[in-house]
């Protein structure tokens, strides 16, 4: 039976909700402030929030990033007296079911939850997805997103547009999808728009005939037709010169080409996978790229944060670097002095996972066949940087030496207190916990054999989100 909180700060409004609720033997519980609501969902699971935004403590919106961390978040319907074109931006944004304005017909309040309960229980059926998430790592919201976004793609065979900074990943975010798709066994051909000059674009996508221009000695395969049957990735879409945008188009709503020279056309069953660091609307509105061609390649928009906006994947991203690089050297895995970690979380890292990258393989050779890295390995033009910015925001630098070690391997020798051990080991079971079950609280449950309230709090204890 579908269970739903009406969360409004109007009893009267409250009331007529749980009314018509009744008359559908639909049970509910009521919430009169973020407070109430918040205490509500720590004790009971919802199907479906009726939530008002105009509440005595805050916004009702302010509540949908918290549903999101839940580890089966219900629906929402927004229902408020005021509509609010940027509210109901955000809300939409949010996540949220249906945006409805007080008074609100019965017939379309009911319809909306109906439709809502409907949705959520074809939702809790399907069985999930398990994506093999090679590399891509994070358990942060703003990744468990992204991941959300993966898993649609990665089940369909529509075009996607991969959006974000240099350096976040959007090649590798293009692979995952590829191989966790029905196409995955197929050819992945890459394609950097940016590398190409205009008179050589058109000969590497479509190919061209011998004799088809000066230079052309011999018959080419166009990266088009290396794409058929698998995927032709667009790296940098924005760099792709006008010309080719209408030629790409064609393409793309035809799946046929002409290489250069050749009389006939070919055929190419290939899925498009795009992606730029440019604004492309900005591009439109300077007319440098084709809005057709826009709409064309974003069925499926994918955008991935800068590393900055997501800083709790620090940690575990560096600690990937290191032990990938310690398996490769063939060294033993090293430990971390807790002033490592510090450093990194205080720099902005404007060159993302690609620069987190290579400063952990920066401070690995600078650590050589010393068995702890500590903030002093990590290069000096970072160590500036995140100093200047501690003595303008008058926040102290880390004192504390105690090294962090490695669940895997504990070093042998100089050993901490079995308390400090046992904390950072902990800890460290917990995050890959969290990473190898996705964030899923009943796997993670019966992995770890803990009881809820005793896995929540060593949570909290350790400042770890899911």
Not at 68 to 87: F, H, N, S
Not at 105 to 117: E, G, H, P, T, Y
Not at 402 to 413: C, I, K, Q, S, Y
Request: charged letters at 25%.
């Amino acid at each position: 039976m579908p269970r739903i909180l009406i969360v409004d700060d109007d009893p009267e409004i409250r009331a007529t909700m749980a009314s018509l609720l009744r008359r559908q033997q639909i049970p509910s519980a009521q919430a009169a402030s973020l407070e109430d609501t918040r205490r509500a969902l720590q004790t009971e699971t919802y199907d479906l929030l009726l939530l008002d935004v105009n509440l005595p403590d805050g916004s009702g919106l302010s509540l949908l990033p918290e549903l999101k961390t839940l580890p089966d978040p219900p629906e929402v319907i927004i229902l408020t007296g005021k509509g609010d074109p940027e509210g109901a931006e955000l809300a939409i944004e949010g996540g949220v079911w249906d945006y409805l304005v007080k008074p609100a017909s019965i017939k379309d309040i009911n319809l909306s939850i109906n439709r809502a309960l409907k949705y959520k229980e074809q939702r809790d059926r399907a069985k999930p997805r398990t994506l093999d998430l090679s590399g891509m790592i994070g358990t942060s919201q703003a990744m468990r997103e992204c991941f959300e976004i993966i898993a649609q793609a990665a089940v369909s065979d529509a075009n996607v547009l991969i959006t974000g900074e240099t350096g976040v990943g959007k090649e590798l975010a293009a692979r995952i999808i590829h191989a966790n798709s029905a196409r995955a066994h197929c050819p992945f051909v890459v394609v950097d728009c940016a590398a190409m000059t205009d008179t050589l674009m058109e000969s590497t996508l479509f190919g061209h005939r011998k004799g088809a221009f000066t230079g052309a000695l011999a018959d080419r395969e166009g990266l088009v037709r290396q794409a058929h049957t698998g995927v032709l990735f667009l790296d940098e879409l924005g760099e792709l010169p006008l010309a080719m945008q209408k030629s790409l188009l064609r393409v793309l709503q035809e799946r046929r080409f002409r290489p250069l020279g050749e009389n006939r056309e070919q055929e190419s069953n290939f899925r498009l996978i795009a992606a730029t660091n440019q604004n492309l609307d900005e591009l439109i509105t300077a007319g440098m790229f084709r809005r057709d061609l826009y709409f064309r390649v974003k069925t499926i928009k994918l955008p991935l944060p800068p590393l900055r906006q997501r800083p709790e994947d620090i940690k575990a991203l560096a600690t990937h670097f290191i032990q990938q690089l310690c398996v490769d050297s063939g060294v033993k895995t090293k430990v971390f002095g807790s002033d490592f970690f510090a450093t990194l979380a205080d720099y902005d890292w404007p060159g993302n996972v690609r620069e987190l990258g290579n400063v952990m393989e920066r401070a690995f050779v600078a650590s050589g066949a010393e068995k702890f890295l500590y903030a002093m390995h990590l290069p000096k033009d970072l160590r500036i940087k995140v100093t200047r910015t501690r003595l303008a925001t008058g926040k102290p630098a880390v004192r504390d030496d105690d090294p962090e070690f490695p669940v895997e391997a504990p070093p042998a020798g100089e050993l901490p207190s079995l308390k400090a051990f046992k904390s950072a080991s902990e800890r460290r079971y917990l995050e890959q916990l969290i990473r190898h079950t996705g964030g899923d609280i009943q796997r993670m449950l019966a992995i770890s054999e803990l009881s809820r309230s005793h896995f929540y709090a060593l949570l909290k204890k350790y400042e770890l989100e899911i």
